[in-house]
Protein backbone atom coordinates (compact mmCIF):
# COMPACT_ATOMS: atom_id res chain seq x y z
CA UNK A 1 0.00 0.00 0.00
CA UNK A 2 2.97 2.68 0.77
CA UNK A 3 4.62 1.66 -2.25
CA UNK A 4 1.25 2.08 -4.27
CA UNK A 5 0.63 5.70 -2.47
CA UNK A 6 4.45 6.58 -3.37
CA UNK A 7 3.93 6.00 -7.33
CA UNK A 8 0.50 7.51 -7.08
CA UNK A 9 1.77 10.73 -5.42
CA UNK A 10 4.70 10.85 -7.55
CA UNK A 11 3.68 10.34 -11.32
CA UNK A 12 -0.63 10.51 -10.80
CA UNK A 13 -0.35 13.67 -8.60
CA UNK A 14 2.98 15.15 -9.51
CA UNK A 15 5.27 14.96 -12.10
CA UNK A 16 7.35 11.60 -11.81
CA UNK A 17 10.59 11.33 -9.55
CA UNK A 18 13.45 12.68 -10.66
CA UNK A 19 16.57 10.51 -11.12
CA UNK A 20 17.44 9.53 -7.51
CA UNK A 21 14.77 11.22 -5.85
CA UNK A 22 14.16 10.02 -2.37
CA UNK A 23 10.54 8.58 -2.13
CA UNK A 24 8.53 10.57 0.43
CA UNK A 25 7.63 8.83 3.82
CA UNK A 26 4.15 10.11 3.79
CA UNK A 27 3.14 10.70 0.23
CA UNK A 28 -0.18 12.72 1.29
CA UNK A 29 1.99 14.67 3.81
CA UNK A 30 4.25 15.38 0.94
CA UNK A 31 1.72 16.75 -1.49
CA UNK A 32 0.13 18.77 1.21
CA UNK A 33 2.95 20.17 2.24
CA UNK A 34 3.87 21.57 -1.76
CA UNK A 35 0.73 23.74 -1.45
CA UNK A 36 2.46 26.29 1.35
CA UNK A 37 5.83 25.84 0.03
CA UNK A 38 5.36 26.35 -4.04
CA UNK A 39 6.86 29.68 -5.58
CA UNK A 40 6.37 30.14 -8.92
CA UNK A 41 9.10 30.46 -11.71
CA UNK A 42 9.15 34.08 -12.96
CA UNK A 43 8.56 34.77 -16.37
CA UNK A 44 11.18 34.62 -19.28
CA UNK A 45 10.28 38.03 -20.31
CA UNK A 46 7.03 39.93 -18.62
CA UNK A 47 3.68 41.21 -21.09
CA UNK A 48 4.50 44.97 -20.84
CA UNK A 49 8.07 44.22 -22.43
CA UNK A 50 7.07 41.91 -24.98
CA UNK A 51 4.03 43.90 -25.59
CA UNK A 52 6.57 47.33 -26.21
CA UNK A 53 8.57 45.38 -28.39
CA UNK A 54 5.73 43.51 -30.69
CA UNK A 55 3.42 47.08 -30.87
CA UNK A 56 6.58 48.78 -31.62
CA UNK A 57 7.47 46.43 -34.49
CA UNK A 58 4.21 46.29 -35.77
CA UNK A 59 3.95 50.33 -35.57
CA UNK A 60 7.39 50.29 -37.68
CA UNK A 61 5.65 47.98 -40.55
CA UNK A 62 2.45 49.95 -41.08
CA UNK A 63 4.38 53.06 -41.04
CA UNK A 64 6.66 51.71 -43.54
CA UNK A 65 4.01 50.23 -45.59
CA UNK A 66 2.02 53.34 -45.71
CA UNK A 67 5.13 55.15 -46.87
CA UNK A 68 5.29 52.67 -49.85
CA UNK A 69 1.87 53.41 -50.69
CA UNK A 70 2.43 56.99 -50.62
CA UNK A 71 5.38 56.87 -53.06
CA UNK A 72 3.97 54.40 -55.26
CA UNK A 73 6.67 51.99 -54.45
CA UNK A 74 6.14 48.23 -53.90
CA UNK A 75 5.93 46.74 -50.40
CA UNK A 76 8.82 47.05 -48.72
CA UNK A 77 11.35 44.45 -48.39
CA UNK A 78 9.50 42.25 -45.47
CA UNK A 79 10.69 44.86 -42.36
CA UNK A 80 8.64 41.91 -40.58
CA UNK A 81 10.44 41.42 -37.73
CA UNK A 82 7.27 40.73 -35.95
CA UNK A 83 7.25 37.02 -36.52
CA UNK A 84 10.85 36.09 -35.53
CA UNK A 85 10.48 38.08 -32.50
CA UNK A 86 7.24 36.41 -31.64
CA UNK A 87 8.75 33.02 -31.98
CA UNK A 88 12.18 34.27 -30.27
CA UNK A 89 9.57 35.08 -26.96
CA UNK A 90 7.78 31.84 -27.81
CA UNK A 91 10.68 29.48 -27.85
CA UNK A 92 12.30 30.97 -24.47
CA UNK A 93 9.14 31.05 -22.50
CA UNK A 94 8.62 27.35 -23.22
CA UNK A 95 12.30 26.69 -22.44
CA UNK A 96 11.60 28.67 -18.79
CA UNK A 97 8.38 26.56 -18.53
CA UNK A 98 10.37 23.51 -19.20
CA UNK A 99 12.94 24.29 -16.87
CA UNK A 100 10.53 24.65 -14.05
CA UNK A 101 8.97 21.18 -14.64
CA UNK A 102 12.06 19.20 -14.64
CA UNK A 103 13.70 21.01 -11.55
CA UNK A 104 10.62 21.93 -9.16
CA UNK A 105 10.25 20.57 -5.62
CA UNK A 106 7.10 20.97 -6.14
CA UNK A 107 5.43 18.71 -8.91
CA UNK A 108 2.23 18.71 -7.35
CA UNK A 109 1.77 22.45 -7.41
CA UNK A 110 3.43 22.54 -10.97
CA UNK A 111 0.77 20.53 -12.47
CA UNK A 112 -1.94 22.37 -11.05
CA UNK A 113 -0.52 25.36 -12.98
CA UNK A 114 -0.42 23.27 -16.28
CA UNK A 115 -4.11 22.30 -15.53
CA UNK A 116 -5.17 25.64 -15.06
CA UNK A 117 -3.32 27.00 -17.90
CA UNK A 118 -5.24 24.41 -20.13
CA UNK A 119 -8.56 25.66 -18.05
CA UNK A 120 -7.72 29.29 -19.33
CA UNK A 121 -6.47 28.56 -22.50
CA UNK A 122 -5.01 30.89 -25.12
CA UNK A 123 -3.29 29.43 -28.03
CA UNK A 124 -0.32 30.66 -30.33
CA UNK A 125 -2.91 29.85 -33.45
CA UNK A 126 -3.30 33.68 -33.28
CA UNK A 127 -0.34 35.53 -34.18
CA UNK A 128 -0.46 37.97 -31.41
CA UNK A 129 -0.45 35.52 -29.12
CA UNK A 130 2.77 33.68 -30.31
CA UNK A 131 4.96 36.13 -27.72
CA UNK A 132 2.26 36.71 -25.17
CA UNK A 133 1.03 33.25 -24.34
CA UNK A 134 4.14 32.29 -22.05
CA UNK A 135 3.61 35.38 -20.29
CA UNK A 136 0.22 34.86 -19.77
CA UNK A 137 0.94 31.62 -17.71
CA UNK A 138 3.87 33.28 -15.93
CA UNK A 139 1.47 35.97 -14.87
CA UNK A 140 -1.98 35.07 -14.79
CA UNK A 141 -1.80 31.62 -13.97
CA UNK A 142 1.24 31.06 -11.64
CA UNK A 143 1.05 33.93 -8.81
CA UNK A 144 -2.65 32.54 -8.09
CA UNK A 145 -2.54 29.04 -8.35
CA UNK A 146 -2.45 29.18 -4.85
CA UNK A 147 -5.13 31.44 -4.23
CA UNK A 148 -8.34 32.27 -4.64
CA UNK A 149 -10.38 31.18 -8.00
CA UNK A 150 -11.81 34.55 -7.99
CA UNK A 151 -8.29 36.27 -8.15
CA UNK A 152 -7.50 34.11 -10.57
CA UNK A 153 -10.23 34.46 -12.60
CA UNK A 154 -9.83 38.40 -12.91
CA UNK A 155 -6.32 37.98 -13.47
CA UNK A 156 -6.98 36.15 -16.38
CA UNK A 157 -9.77 38.20 -17.81
CA UNK A 158 -7.34 41.41 -17.61
CA UNK A 159 -4.21 39.59 -19.30
CA UNK A 160 -3.78 41.39 -22.98
CA UNK A 161 -3.30 37.67 -23.83
CA UNK A 162 -6.73 36.92 -23.39
CA UNK A 163 -8.03 40.37 -24.39
CA UNK A 164 -6.38 40.04 -27.78
CA UNK A 165 -7.07 36.62 -28.11
CA UNK A 166 -10.89 36.41 -27.92
CA UNK A 167 -11.49 39.76 -29.01
CA UNK A 168 -12.08 41.85 -26.36
CA UNK A 169 -9.66 44.67 -27.03
CA UNK A 170 -11.88 45.73 -29.83
CA UNK A 171 -15.65 45.32 -28.49
CA UNK A 172 -17.23 48.34 -28.17
CA UNK A 173 -21.05 49.35 -26.45
CA UNK A 174 -23.27 50.00 -29.03
CA UNK A 175 -24.44 53.23 -26.86
CA UNK A 176 -20.69 53.87 -25.80
CA UNK A 177 -19.71 57.59 -26.62
CA UNK A 178 -16.69 55.84 -28.95
CA UNK A 179 -19.70 53.94 -30.85
CA UNK A 180 -22.17 57.34 -31.21
CA UNK A 181 -18.81 59.21 -32.47
CA UNK A 182 -18.35 56.56 -34.99
CA UNK A 183 -22.17 56.31 -36.25
CA UNK A 184 -22.19 59.92 -36.58
CA UNK A 185 -18.97 59.73 -39.02
CA UNK A 186 -20.99 56.65 -40.88
CA UNK A 187 -18.86 54.00 -39.30
CA UNK A 188 -20.20 50.86 -36.84
CA UNK A 189 -18.39 49.92 -34.01
CA UNK A 190 -19.70 46.55 -32.35
CA UNK A 191 -20.30 44.87 -29.48
CA UNK A 192 -18.17 41.47 -28.70
CA UNK A 193 -19.11 38.69 -27.13
CA UNK A 194 -16.14 35.82 -27.13
CA UNK A 195 -14.94 36.81 -24.26
CA UNK A 196 -18.50 36.89 -22.05
CA UNK A 197 -19.35 33.92 -23.95
CA UNK A 198 -16.10 31.67 -23.13
CA UNK A 199 -16.22 32.89 -19.21
CA UNK A 200 -19.42 32.01 -18.79
CA UNK A 201 -18.96 28.46 -20.97
CA UNK A 202 -15.63 27.03 -20.28
CA UNK A 203 -14.00 29.57 -16.97
CA UNK A 204 -17.19 29.56 -14.73
CA UNK A 205 -20.58 27.54 -15.15
CA UNK A 206 -19.73 25.52 -17.73
CA UNK A 207 -22.29 24.68 -20.32
CA UNK A 208 -25.88 23.79 -19.79
CA UNK A 209 -26.01 25.50 -16.50
CA UNK A 210 -29.40 27.66 -16.77
CA UNK A 211 -28.13 30.96 -18.24
CA UNK A 212 -28.79 32.59 -21.35
CA UNK A 213 -27.85 34.39 -24.13
CA UNK A 214 -29.04 37.63 -22.40
CA UNK A 215 -26.93 37.04 -20.00
CA UNK A 216 -23.78 36.95 -22.47
CA UNK A 217 -25.01 39.60 -23.91
CA UNK A 218 -25.16 41.37 -20.19
CA UNK A 219 -21.57 40.34 -19.71
CA UNK A 220 -20.52 41.22 -22.73
CA UNK A 221 -21.82 44.60 -22.43
CA UNK A 222 -20.38 44.92 -18.93
CA UNK A 223 -16.79 44.08 -19.77
CA UNK A 224 -16.47 47.10 -22.78
CA UNK A 225 -13.82 49.02 -22.45
CA UNK A 226 -11.68 46.37 -21.02
CA UNK A 227 -8.62 46.69 -23.99
CA UNK A 228 -4.70 46.53 -23.85
CA UNK A 229 -1.67 49.25 -23.58
CA UNK A 230 -0.70 50.13 -26.56
CA UNK A 231 -3.43 49.41 -29.08
CA UNK A 232 -5.64 51.60 -30.56
CA UNK A 233 -6.68 55.70 -29.77
CA UNK A 234 -7.97 54.50 -26.09
CA UNK A 235 -4.86 52.92 -24.96
CA UNK A 236 -2.43 54.52 -27.13
CA UNK A 237 -1.37 56.52 -24.11
CA UNK A 238 -0.92 54.09 -21.90
CA UNK A 239 2.15 51.48 -21.15
CA UNK A 240 2.01 48.59 -24.28
CA UNK A 241 0.94 45.35 -22.54
CA UNK A 242 -0.88 47.13 -19.45
CA UNK A 243 -4.51 46.47 -18.92
CA UNK A 244 -6.63 49.50 -19.78
CA UNK A 245 -10.30 50.80 -18.57
CA UNK A 246 -11.43 53.05 -21.71
CA UNK A 247 -14.50 54.39 -20.23
CA UNK A 248 -15.47 55.87 -23.89
CA UNK A 249 -15.75 52.27 -25.00
CA UNK A 250 -17.79 51.15 -22.08
CA UNK A 251 -21.82 50.93 -22.76
CA UNK A 252 -23.87 52.97 -19.84
CA UNK A 253 -26.29 51.65 -18.13
CA UNK A 254 -27.24 48.52 -15.45
CA UNK A 255 -26.92 45.40 -16.51
CA UNK A 256 -28.94 42.20 -14.90
CA UNK A 257 -27.06 38.89 -15.09
CA UNK A 258 -28.46 35.61 -14.07
CA UNK A 259 -31.35 37.32 -12.18
CA UNK A 260 -28.89 39.63 -9.80
CA UNK A 261 -28.64 43.92 -10.55
CA UNK A 262 -25.73 45.41 -11.10
CA UNK A 263 -25.91 49.41 -11.41
CA UNK A 264 -24.90 51.52 -14.28
CA UNK A 265 -20.62 51.95 -13.36
CA UNK A 266 -17.30 51.97 -14.99
CA UNK A 267 -14.75 48.77 -14.44
CA UNK A 268 -16.27 48.22 -11.16
CA UNK A 269 -19.43 46.79 -13.33
CA UNK A 270 -17.70 43.77 -15.20
CA UNK A 271 -15.29 42.68 -11.57
CA UNK A 272 -18.33 42.68 -9.92
CA UNK A 273 -19.97 40.06 -12.29
CA UNK A 274 -16.57 38.08 -12.79
CA UNK A 275 -17.04 37.61 -8.58
CA UNK A 276 -20.33 36.72 -8.98
CA UNK A 277 -19.67 34.03 -11.43
CA UNK A 278 -16.70 32.99 -9.78
CA UNK A 279 -18.61 31.73 -6.37
CA UNK A 280 -21.81 30.12 -8.25
CA UNK A 281 -22.66 27.25 -7.03
CA UNK A 282 -22.75 25.86 -10.72
CA UNK A 283 -18.81 27.08 -11.25
CA UNK A 284 -17.99 24.99 -8.28
CA UNK A 285 -19.67 21.77 -10.30
CA UNK A 286 -17.55 22.58 -13.20
CA UNK A 287 -14.10 22.52 -11.51
CA UNK A 288 -14.95 20.19 -9.14
CA UNK A 289 -15.95 17.76 -12.09
CA UNK A 290 -12.92 19.11 -14.54
CA UNK A 291 -10.19 18.19 -11.32
CA UNK A 292 -11.72 15.34 -10.39
CA UNK A 293 -11.37 13.89 -13.94
CA UNK A 294 -7.83 15.05 -13.73
CA UNK A 295 -6.83 13.28 -10.85
CA UNK A 296 -9.20 10.04 -10.73
CA UNK A 297 -9.93 9.56 -14.31
CA UNK A 298 -12.49 10.10 -17.51
CA UNK A 299 -15.80 9.37 -15.79
CA UNK A 300 -14.83 10.54 -12.01
CA UNK A 301 -16.99 8.92 -8.79
CA UNK A 302 -19.95 11.70 -7.82
CA UNK A 303 -18.99 11.61 -4.22
CA UNK A 304 -15.89 12.67 -5.43
CA UNK A 305 -16.92 15.65 -7.32
CA UNK A 306 -19.36 16.56 -4.88
CA UNK A 307 -16.75 16.46 -2.21
CA UNK A 308 -14.66 19.11 -4.18
CA UNK A 309 -17.55 21.07 -4.67
CA UNK A 310 -18.90 21.55 -1.17
CA UNK A 311 -14.64 22.40 -0.44
CA UNK A 312 -14.83 25.04 -3.14
CA UNK A 313 -18.05 26.79 -2.03
CA UNK A 314 -17.56 26.38 1.97
CA UNK A 315 -14.44 28.31 1.33
CA UNK A 316 -15.22 30.67 -1.05
CA UNK A 317 -13.64 29.40 -3.76
CA UNK A 318 -9.85 29.52 -1.96
CA UNK A 319 -8.25 26.49 -3.85
CA UNK A 320 -5.63 24.99 -1.47
CA UNK A 321 -8.74 24.11 0.30
CA UNK A 322 -10.23 22.60 -2.64
CA UNK A 323 -7.11 20.86 -3.23
CA UNK A 324 -6.37 19.38 0.14
CA UNK A 325 -10.33 17.98 -0.42
CA UNK A 326 -8.70 16.09 -3.32
CA UNK A 327 -5.69 14.85 -1.75
CA UNK A 328 -8.03 13.33 0.93
CA UNK A 329 -10.55 11.65 -1.79
CA UNK A 330 -9.48 7.92 -1.97
CA UNK A 331 -11.05 8.06 -5.59
CA UNK A 332 -7.47 9.37 -6.30
CA UNK A 333 -5.75 6.64 -4.67
CA UNK A 334 -7.19 3.66 -6.74
CA UNK A 335 -3.89 1.66 -6.91
CA UNK A 336 -3.96 0.91 -11.17
CA UNK A 337 -3.34 3.74 -13.18
CA UNK A 338 -6.81 6.26 -14.00
CA UNK A 339 -5.17 8.32 -17.00
CA UNK A 340 -3.43 7.95 -20.43
CA UNK A 341 -0.53 10.61 -20.01
CA UNK A 342 -0.65 13.48 -22.32
CA UNK A 343 2.30 14.15 -24.58
CA UNK A 344 3.44 17.04 -22.16
CA UNK A 345 2.98 14.45 -19.38
CA UNK A 346 4.81 11.99 -20.87
CA UNK A 347 7.82 14.15 -22.41
CA UNK A 348 8.07 15.76 -18.15
CA UNK A 349 8.30 12.37 -16.58
CA UNK A 350 11.10 10.83 -19.16
CA UNK A 351 13.28 13.79 -18.69
CA UNK A 352 12.63 13.59 -15.03
CA UNK A 353 13.35 10.00 -14.74
CA UNK A 354 16.51 10.67 -16.81
CA UNK A 355 18.50 13.01 -14.71
CA UNK A 356 17.83 16.25 -17.23
CA UNK A 357 17.35 19.24 -15.65
CA UNK A 358 17.79 21.73 -19.06
CA UNK A 359 15.85 21.47 -22.27
CA UNK A 360 16.22 23.91 -25.10
CA UNK A 361 12.89 25.46 -25.83
CA UNK A 362 13.27 24.85 -29.14
CA UNK A 363 14.16 21.15 -29.26
CA UNK A 364 11.14 20.86 -25.89
CA UNK A 365 8.60 22.81 -28.69
CA UNK A 366 9.42 20.59 -31.75
CA UNK A 367 9.23 17.34 -29.77
CA UNK A 368 5.35 18.44 -28.58
CA UNK A 369 4.82 19.57 -32.39
CA UNK A 370 5.66 15.91 -33.71
CA UNK A 371 3.72 14.32 -30.26
CA UNK A 372 0.46 16.00 -30.92
CA UNK A 373 0.40 18.83 -28.59
CA UNK A 374 2.47 22.00 -29.10
CA UNK A 375 3.11 23.88 -26.21
CA UNK A 376 0.27 26.60 -25.92
CA UNK A 377 -1.44 25.90 -29.13
CA UNK A 378 -4.88 23.84 -28.63
CA UNK A 379 -7.38 24.00 -31.30
CA UNK A 380 -9.81 25.96 -29.41
CA UNK A 381 -10.18 28.19 -26.29
CA UNK A 382 -11.51 24.96 -24.78
CA UNK A 383 -8.02 23.80 -24.41
CA UNK A 384 -6.67 20.50 -24.85
CA UNK A 385 -9.00 17.62 -24.14
CA UNK A 386 -8.50 16.19 -20.80
CA UNK A 387 -9.50 11.95 -21.82
CA UNK A 388 -7.35 9.14 -23.28
CA UNK A 389 -9.59 9.04 -26.16
CA UNK A 390 -7.36 11.99 -27.49
CA UNK A 391 -4.22 10.74 -26.57
CA UNK A 392 -4.21 7.00 -26.66
CA UNK A 393 -4.96 6.24 -30.78
CA UNK A 394 -2.31 3.77 -31.79
CA UNK A 395 -0.74 6.46 -34.12
CA UNK A 396 -0.12 8.76 -31.54
CA UNK A 397 1.41 6.12 -28.62
CA UNK A 398 3.62 5.02 -31.79
CA UNK A 399 4.92 8.90 -32.14
CA UNK A 400 5.75 8.53 -28.58
CA UNK A 401 7.59 5.08 -28.96
CA UNK A 402 10.01 6.49 -31.71
CA UNK A 403 10.64 9.67 -29.30
CA UNK A 404 11.36 7.23 -26.46
CA UNK A 405 13.94 5.91 -28.39
CA UNK A 406 15.47 9.38 -29.43
CA UNK A 407 15.34 10.33 -25.31
CA UNK A 408 16.89 6.70 -24.64
CA UNK A 409 19.75 7.93 -26.93
CA UNK A 410 20.96 10.83 -26.00
CA UNK A 411 19.72 10.11 -21.97
CA UNK A 412 23.04 9.11 -20.09
CA UNK A 413 21.47 5.33 -20.91
CA UNK A 414 25.32 3.86 -19.96
CA UNK A 415 24.90 5.28 -16.52
CA UNK A 416 21.01 4.51 -16.53
CA UNK A 417 19.75 1.16 -15.00
CA UNK A 418 16.56 0.46 -16.68
CA UNK A 419 15.75 -2.01 -14.29
CA UNK A 420 16.70 -0.07 -10.89
CA UNK A 421 14.51 2.93 -12.61
CA UNK A 422 11.92 0.74 -12.45
CA UNK A 423 12.31 -1.04 -9.77
CA UNK A 424 13.06 2.23 -7.38
CA UNK A 425 11.19 4.91 -8.68
CA UNK A 426 8.28 3.31 -10.41
CA UNK A 427 7.07 0.85 -7.12
CA UNK A 428 4.36 -1.32 -8.36
CA UNK A 429 5.48 -1.65 -12.26
CA UNK A 430 3.93 -4.59 -13.69
CA UNK A 431 5.99 -7.60 -13.78
CA UNK A 432 5.86 -7.53 -18.08
CA UNK A 433 7.45 -4.15 -18.12
CA UNK A 434 10.02 -5.68 -15.65
CA UNK A 435 10.77 -8.69 -17.89
CA UNK A 436 11.12 -6.40 -21.16
CA UNK A 437 13.62 -4.08 -19.96
CA UNK A 438 15.80 -7.32 -18.18
CA UNK A 439 15.46 -8.90 -22.40
CA UNK A 440 16.60 -5.82 -23.52
CA UNK A 441 19.95 -5.93 -25.09
CA UNK A 442 21.96 -2.74 -24.65
CA UNK A 443 20.88 0.05 -22.32
CA UNK A 444 19.10 2.61 -24.46
CA UNK A 445 17.23 -0.41 -25.46
CA UNK A 446 16.34 -0.84 -21.95
CA UNK A 447 15.60 2.68 -21.43
CA UNK A 448 13.11 3.08 -24.52
CA UNK A 449 11.38 -0.20 -23.20
CA UNK A 450 10.42 1.12 -19.95
CA UNK A 451 9.56 4.84 -21.47
CA UNK A 452 7.71 2.85 -23.50
CA UNK A 453 5.75 0.62 -21.69
CA UNK A 454 2.40 0.83 -20.56
CA UNK A 455 3.29 1.73 -16.79
CA UNK A 456 5.14 4.83 -18.16
CA UNK A 457 2.21 5.62 -20.66
CA UNK A 458 0.13 6.00 -17.85
CA UNK A 459 -0.50 7.46 -14.33
Not at 138 to 157: K, N, T, W, Y
Not at 243 to 266: C, I, K, S, T
Not at 311 to 330: C, K, N, Q
Amino acid sequence: MAQDDIRIAWHRFGLGPRLGETPPRDARAWLEGQITTYRPMIAAASSRVIAAEIFGLIEQRRQARQEARLMGAGQPMELNAVGPASRRHLVEAIGVRGASALTTDAPFAERLVHFWSNHFAVSVEKQRMIALAGAFEFEAIRPHVMGRFSDMLLAVERHPAMLLFLDQAQSVGPGSPAALRAEARGRRRGLNENLAREIMELHTLGVRTGYGQTDVTELARALTGWTVGGLGPQGRAAEPGSFVFAPQLHEPGERRLLGERYPAGGLEQGTAMLETLARHPATARHIATKLARHFAGDAPPAAMIARLEAAFLRSGGDLPSVYRALIASPEAWAPQPVKFRSPWDWTIAVLRTSGVRVFPGQALSGLQQQLGQPVWKPGSPAGWDDSDASWAAPDAVMRRVEAAQRLAARAQSATLDARALARDQFPGTSSPTGAAVARAESPPEALALLFASPDFMRR
